[in-house]
């Protein structure tokens, strides 16, 4: 298959709800067994040729849509499935902003900061992680943001289903953006 500058659809389910993102060879097979309910986008992602089609009598070709829906009931409600918190979309969501002293750094200039320290019980969770630069982290050490007296400049939040497919920064067709931004929550930060 041909090499394409926008390689990943994204994937939903029946009702509209962001299931993965996946290959345009997964995708093209989907279309090719006529397991796609709807399709959204301007226009094809790719456009896939092959041999002859001798009961057709003309070419194979198959347009891949750059946003899937697959029939079927979804077996799970995906928004109750709290995203993965992983440090590129942490950064993504906080807009690369030190939590503490509200400067925009580089990404290679950031941490992972988690409000209650791991060593006093806090966890790994979107509400109990901010974005931090070097200099703030070290500052706040093993102490809360009122123990060190460094108030958060900013509250973190679980983000919506939508935000995460956004926040994971893969490179996508600004069709393909504009359908997932025109369904982020009001209070979202990506708006």
Not at 62 to 72: E, K, Q, S, T
């Amino acid at each position: 298959m041909p090499t394409h500058r926008y390689s990943q659809v994204l994937q939903l389910d029946i009702q509209g709800t962001p299931q993965a993102w996946i290959s345009l060879e997964q995708a093209a097979t989907h279309v090719a067994r006529g397991a796609v309910a709807w399709a959204e986008g301007q226009g094809p992602l790719a456009v896939l040729r092959g041999g002859f089609n001798v009961p057709r009598g003309a070419p194979s070709v198959l347009a891949v849509p750059p946003i899937i829906a697959l029939h079927g009931a979804p077996s799970v409600n995906l928004f109750d499935i709290v995203p993965a918190v992983v440090k590129g979309k942490l950064l993504r969501r906080d807009r690369h902003t030190c939590a503490y002293c509200a400067q925009v750094w580089p990404e290679r200039d950031l941490q992972c900061e988690h409000i209650v320290p791991a060593s006093r019980g806090g966890a790994w969770s979107w509400m109990n992680l901010v974005t931090a630069c070097a200099g703030c982290n070290g500052r706040k050490a093993d102490r809360t943001p009122e123990e060190a007296g460094m108030p958060l400049a900013y509250l973190p939040y679980v983000p919506s289903r939508f935000e995460s497919f956004l926040l994971e920064g893969r490179h996508i067709r600004a069709d393909v953006h504009d359908w997932l931004a025109a369904r982020l929550p009001k209070h979202s930060r990506l708006n």
